[in-house]
């Protein structure tokens, strides 16, 4: 079993910044492949990011490209999120996830039944 507690939302203006934060239990954190997605309000769940188990390969959706970063700290088994230049379509639940099958340690993915175990989820609400 992997528990993810995802951390760091809140309400704030366009243009403003987030650090989301998501701490996972066990001592195999490093070799999971972890990833971001979002669901707005009526909207299905989106893929946002992913990062490899070293932290070497990255991948973004388009929508975000160039002002979120993913990024891992495996001696504290965190993944985080910056998010920068919010604009109110940002606004949405955010959930960390874990892949935790056996993979090259390059492999990032973007599908969400990749992955095996997922946060509850943090609000991120973006004002206008």
């Known amino acids: 079993q992997v528990q993810l507690v995802e951390s760091g939302g809140g309400l704030v203006q366009a243009g403003g910044s987030l650090r989301l934060s998501c701490a996972a239990s066990?001592?195999?954190?490093?070799?999971?492949?972890m990833g971001w997605f979002r669901q707005a309000p009526g909207k299905e769940r989106e893929f946002v990011a992913a990062?490899?188990?070293?932290?070497?390969?990255?991948y973004y959706a388009d929508s975000v490209k160039g002002r979120f970063t993913i990024a891992r700290d495996n001696a504290n088994n965190t993944v985080y999120l910056q998010t920068d230049n919010l604009k109110p379509e940002d606004t949405a639940v955010y959930y960390c996830?874990?892949?935790?099958?056996?993979?090259?340690?390059?492999?990032?993915?973007?599908?969400?039944?990749?992955?095996?175990?997922w946060g509850q989820g943090t609000q991120v609400t973006i004002s206008s």
């Open positions: 996830a874990a892949d935790i099958n056996y993979r090259k340690s390059s492999y990032v993915t973007q599908y969400s039944y990749e992955y095996a175990y």
């Open positions: 066990g001592s195999s954190f490093s070799s999971y492949g």
């Open positions: 990062i490899s188990r070293s932290g070497g390969i990255k």
